[in-house]
């Protein structure tokens, strides 16, 4: 079968094994050095990709993608059942619920708590679908109007001690028709305990019906009231925010949970920034090992160079000749490592129990995180972006061993032959 000239020799050095041990060792470094760089760098973003989902699920279960709120400028009453209805007339939006809050201090002698008592309706499962599930003890549907029943978050119920059936007392701030600070204080039964393992959640949130704590804001300085609203796809949330904010009137205001978090998922994106940066410099320094390989070979085959010459190669075609070869053991480490990275991100989950059994220590202690496993969600556009960054390192290694055997003098190679 007929090759290009520089296709066939470059080929024919690569499968040479007349090379020096330590030229060939150096081969081996580098293409070793390429794959790991990549297959890590595959594993560890896919791995921050999975904490990044995690977290954003877990963020959500009990705060909605998009919140309707009343300005601070804003008069007069709002029929916040007309506004539901309205915002479930909006493309992407999939739920609405109605909600009223109070920022409250949760006593049981001698600890106090800050929490955020949040008055739901329990008959909207579809709006409450995530908190029914995060219940561990007692019901939601023991949330009751006129009932004084709460369901308090894990921490809470640890810190606090509390247990279903117990009293908790909860003190709200609120304002007299003086505008003396007059604070009230209700007692409170534990109808239940949830945990989404967060720490937001679990140790701010009080959940009761809707009626008790409206009953209880009458002139809280600290109430809010608005709509939740549940949007198809998560992602999408800025966009259906906007349609949303169309429809209603100016003095609403409308947020998603991209603004409202927008701390965490910034240091989630600088973290990957500055890793990706860090494990790159692996492939950085097995493409300077592609150059310290190709510049022996350049000098071992100066001969074979000059003859080449000799017999009418331009020294566009001596270039070719090693990258060709700088390329094909680059790109192959770049092939493996794709392949070995993938084949780890897809097996996190059975990888990291089987190291832990065997070794015996736990990655993630239940007793310091909440999330218990490693996580891994594989995203092809990182993939794509991590085989051509090293694509291109190791392309770029060969060109300067290239120039210089492309510069090499044909009759100063032979003179001592």
Known sequence: MFHPLPVFL????????????????????????????????????????????????RLLSLAAPVRVTARADA??????????????????????????????????????????LRGIDPADLTGNAELARAVTQGRLADLVPGSDRVLVGAVIAER????????LTVLVPTLDASGAPAPKLREFTVAGVFEIGLQDHDGTLIFTHLADVQALGDGA???????????????????????????????????????????????????????????????????????????????????????????GAAPRRVMGIFITQGLVIGWLGVLLGVGLGLLLAYNVGRIVPLLEQTFGFHIMDADVYYITAIPSEVHWSNVLT????????????????????????????????
């Open 160 to 167: 606090l001690g509390l247990a279903p059936g117990e009293h």
């Open 221 to 311: 300085t600290a109430l809010s009231e608005g709509l939740r609203v549940r949007v198809e796809a998560v992602l999408a949330a800025n966009a259906v925010a906007q349609r949303v904010r169309a429809v209603l009137p100016q003095q609403l205001e409308v947020s998603d949970w991209t603004r409202d978090n927008a701390n965490y998922f910034r240091a989630i994106r600088i973290e990957k920034t500055m890793m990706s940066l860090i494990l790159l410099l692996i492939v950085a320094v097995a493409a300077f090992n592609i150059v310290a390989m190709l510049v022996m070979v350049v000098t071992d085959k100066r001969t074979d160079i000059a003859i080449v010459r000799t017999f």
């Open 386 to 417: 991590i085989g051509l960054a090293a694509l291109i390192l190791t392309a770029l290694a060969t060109v300067y061993p290239a120039l210089r055997a492309a510069a090499t003098a044909p009759a100063e190679a032979l003179r001592y032959e």
């Open 75 to 116: 008069t007069g009453p709002i029929d916040w059942q007309a506004l539901a209805r309205r915002v479930r007339g909006v493309r992407g939006v999939s739920a609405v619920a109605r909600y009223d809050e109070l920022q409250a201090l949760a006593v049981r002698q001698p600890e106090m708590v800050p929490v955020l």
């Open 10 to 57: 470059g080929l024919r050095y690569v499968r040479a094994r007349s090379h020096k041990f330590f030229v060939s060792f150096i081969t081996w470094a580098s293409l070793v050095g390429v794959c790991v760089g990549v297959a890590a760098l595959i594993v560890i973003l896919s791995v921050m990709n999975g904490f990044e989902s995690e977290l954003r699920e």
